[in-house]
């Protein structure tokens, strides 16, 4: 009698395991859905073979059809989902002091690097202490400056970067 039961127990999940299969998925370039229509409208391709997962950031699809609109949909693409909108004034004043501290960072940047390149002499630093009785020093140390000045040209290029990136400073 229990096996009976077990078998139709089993027979019934089976029967109920098409419904919990996944829907179609349609890709649609960098996005997904499971609305038929929309991805017919756009021309998206089926997804086949494979589970996808789906985690919704806020708005889920809706961002998607908001973000075509003008230039406010320039930066909405920029801000995350649901993040809180910033006033004009205030996004300005923002960007100014961010402006103002990364002016700030790239001129101690390039400070520092005139004065690693001054002490770096061209390759041919002054030797200090034993290094001249010990070459290999010299030469691990003079690597060590020009690794240093490489990774300061390098952070002076990214914080350049950052300040391009910047919309342009109006009140100046």
Same mark, same amino acid.
């Given at each position: *009698?229990?096996t /009976?039961s077990?078998?139709v ?5 089976? /029967? +109920? ?5 996944q829907?179609?998925?349609? #890709?649609?370039g960098?996005? !997904?859905?499971? $609305?038929a229509?929309?991805?017919q ?5 089926v *997804?086949e073979?494979?589970?996808?997962? @789906?985690v919704?950031g806020?708005?889920g699809?809706?961002?998607s %059809?908001g973000s075509?609109s003008?230039?406010?949909?320039a930066? /909405? +693409?920029?801000a995350?989902?649901?993040?809180p #909108? @910033?006033?004009?004034v205030d996004?300005? /004043?923002r960007d100014?002091?961010?402006r103002s @501290?990364l002016? %700030?960072?790239?001129k101690? =940047?390039? +400070?520092r690097?005139a004065?690693?390149q001054?002490e !770096?002499?061209n390759?041919?630093?002054e030797k200090q202490? %034993?290094?001249g009785?010990n070459y290999?020093k010299?030469?691990?140390? @003079?690597a060590?400056m020009?690794a240093?000045l +490489?990774? $300061?040209?390098?952070?002076i =290029? ?6 391009? #990136?910047?919309?342009a400073?109006?009140?100046q």
């Amino acid at each position: *009698m229990k096996t /009976a039961s077990l078998i139709v127990l089993t027979g019934s999940l089976l /029967a +109920a395991l098409p419904a919990l299969a996944q829907e179609r998925v349609w #890709r649609c370039g960098n996005e !997904y859905t499971n $609305n038929a229509t929309v991805a017919q409208q756009k021309g998206c391709k089926v *997804m086949e073979g494979g589970n996808v997962t @789906v985690v919704q950031g806020g708005g889920g699809t809706k961002s998607s %059809s908001g973000s075509s609109s003008g230039s406010s949909g320039a930066s /909405a +693409a920029r801000a995350p989902v649901g993040s809180p #909108r @910033v006033e004009g004034v205030d996004q300005r /004043a923002r960007d100014g002091e961010a402006r103002s @501290v990364l002016e %700030s960072e790239l001129k101690k =940047a390039e +400070a520092r690097q005139a004065e690693l390149q001054k002490e !770096y002499n061209n390759g041919e630093p002054e030797k200090q202490g %034993s290094e001249g009785r010990n070459y290999q020093k010299y030469l691990d140390r @003079v690597a060590e400056m020009k690794a240093e000045l +490489a990774r $300061n040209e390098s952070d002076i =290029a990214g914080i350049r970067r950052e300040i391009g #990136r910047l919309p342009a400073n109006k009140t100046q």
